[in-house]
């Protein structure tokens, strides 16, 4: 029985917290002088008409972070691991990149209108700071997914179980 979560249990968790911290940093900036000022605009994530991609990205960091604890606390109780763990916690580590991502490219400030009136959008240092957090989670969530021999449940027949081979 593991006293205590793997290291790639704990980076997947780290790169959810990540995308959490990043929710208090802007996420869209944009920039204009006027009369010789130059002033910025910033927007958080969450900030406005966020619509619904906007608020998934931090539910599927908090599921993510469930995910894993859950699967500890069942590991610790049951002596064996939650079997579909890997395949869920994979998951939701990619859809979270994406929804990153996704946030990322679709400024709620319009890029086009704003052009014309010399006005320059960037992506803010929330957006690099969750996309680094998606980033490590991937990397975690993928290394869990192959880490290690997969586990055999009960499901498997007893031969495969002790060692054996199956027949096909």
């Not at 959810?16 to 869209?28: D, T």
């Not at 580590?93 to 009136?117: D, G």
């Not at 980033?135 to 880490?147: D, E, Q, Y």
Request: charged fraction near 10%; include cysteine; hydrophobic fraction near 55%.
């Amino acid at each position: 029985m593991r006293r205590h979560m793997s290291v790639l249990d704990l980076g997947i968790i780290i790169g959810s917290a990540i995308v959490l911290a990043s929710l208090l940093l802007n996420w869209y900036q944009a920039q204009v002088v006027v009369r010789g000022v130059r002033v910025t605009v910033v927007r958080h994530l969450l900030s406005g008409d966020a619509g619904i991609q906007r608020p998934l990205v931090a539910v599927v960091a908090v599921l993510i972070a469930i995910e894993v604890v859950a699967n500890f606390a069942w590991q610790r109780k049951a002596h064996e691991a939650w079997r579909p763990h890997r395949g869920v916690v994979m998951f939701l580590c990619v859809l979270q990149f994406v929804l990153v991502t996704s946030c990322m490219l679709s400024s709620p400030l319009s890029a086009n209108s704003l052009a014309n009136i010399g006005i320059s959008l960037d992506t803010g240092p929330g957006g690099w700071v969750a996309l680094a957090g998606a980033i490590v989670g991937v990397l975690a969530g993928g290394a869990r997914m192959f880490a290690g021999r997969p586990a055999l449940g009960r499901s498997a027949p007893a031969s495969l179980r002790a060692g054996g081979t199956a027949r096909l």
